[in-house]
């Protein structure tokens, strides 16, 4: 793998959770204190990426419009920054607030 770099999956979390913030609708990234439950995964196997984002939403958001977007910014986002297409990126509404 001469001339290949890797990118630590805790990097391709933030730029996941950036790109997630910059979403209408979203009102945070959430942030879980259980070790190993993060509020963006990154799993990797056999060459490929898997994002999972839990997310707050605005009330009266469009939750499926929501998660639409957030999946189109982050696979846009992580494209642009780290050269990495994700194999799948899944959105998690863990609640909805004022």
Do not use: C, F, N
Not at 42 to 57: F, K, M, T, Y
Not at 93 to 98: P, R, S, W
């Amino acid at each position: 793998m001469a001339d290949q770099a890797s990118i630590a999956t805790d990097i391709l979390a933030r730029y996941a959770a950036d790109a997630a913030r910059e979403v209408d609708g979203v009102r945070r990234v959430v942030d879980r204190p259980i070790p190993g439950r993060r509020g963006v995964r990154v799993a990797g196997a056999d060459g490929s990426i898997r994002i999972e984002l839990h997310v707050v939403a605005d009330w009266g958001a469009s939750l499926p419009s929501v998660g639409a977007r957030v999946q189109k910014r982050v696979r846009e986002y992580l494209g642009s920054m780290a050269d990495v297409e994700p194999a799948s990126v899944d959105v998690v509404v863990d609640a909805v607030e004022e």
